[in-house]
């Protein structure tokens, strides 16, 4: 069980938007920058977001992050099959002396 | 370019040992925190240890505190994993990365496997 919650899972067609969530608390996500992986098995986790907002160059601007308080976003615009992958928050827990991600979301675009 | 590339998994016994290396190229290793995380099968990515630039600091998921040590050897551009008295639960892929949380730069992953 992550200190850091996600939904399970998301889905939307093809074109449209779809946000995921990360809910954590004042020892991770409030008071830390939270980074968005991308992530098909087998393959290398894909770096999406970095200090909340910030997206690595190559990363679409379809793709964008927020935080506020306890919580952070991933949004995503103009879906495309391709977006099809798990989607992981993660940040540093100052409490736990530890980096920690969340439990991962699937994204099904339809 | 930017390379990690993860060495040294396989299967283990309950209770051995095993470690894993990571050889970095493409860019000044000794300038960047270095982070292991694993993904077990079916389950999402875990963090597992990080090791500041100079090896001063290093943290880790409480469930391999005591038994996993990370280390580097900045002049062999190189980072490690020593994995003892591993569980089952173990079992999963490891991927080195660069950054304090893993960033931009990930390895392919080494399939470290823990059964008798």
């Known amino acids: 069980q992550s200190v850091l919650t996600q939904p399970p899972s998301v889905s939307a067609a093809p074109g449209q938007k779809v946000t995921i969530t990360c809910s954590g608390s004042?020892?991770?996500?409030?008071?830390?920058?939270v980074s968005w992986f991308q992530h098909l098995p087998g393959t290398a986790p894909k770096l999406l977001i970095y200090?909340?907002?910030k997206r690595p160059s190559g990363i679409p601007d379809r793709f964008s992050g927020s935080r506020s308080g306890t919580s952070a976003t991933l949004g995503i615009t103009g879906l495309q099959t391709g977006d099809e992958a798990d989607y992981y928050c993660?940040?540093?827990?100052?409490?736990?002396?530890?980096?920690?991600f969340g439990g991962g979301t699937k994204l099904t675009v339809l | 370019e930017v390379l990690l590339v993860e060495s040294g998994g396989g299967l283990v016994q309950p209770g051995g040992s095993l470690r894993l290396s990571c050889a970095a190229s493409g860019f000044t290793f000794s300038t960047y925190w270095m982070t292991w995380v694993r993904q077990a099968p079916g389950k999402g990515l875990e963090w597992v240890a990080n090791i500041k630039q100079d090896g001063s600091e290093k943290y880790y998921v409480d469930s391999v505190k005591g038994r996993f040590t990370i280390s580097r050897d900045n002049a062999k551009n190189s980072l490690y994993l020593q994995m003892n008295s591993l569980r089952g639960e173990d079992t999963a892929v490891y991927y080195c990365?660069?950054?304090?949380?893993?960033?931009?730069?990930w390895g392919q992953g080494t399939l470290v496997t823990v059964s008798s």
């Open positions: 993660a940040t540093w827990d100052s409490s736990l002396s530890a980096g920690v």
């Open positions: 990365a660069r950054g304090r949380l893993g960033g931009p730069y």
């Open positions: 004042s020892s991770n996500i409030g008071n830390n920058y």
């Open positions: 200090e909340d907002d």
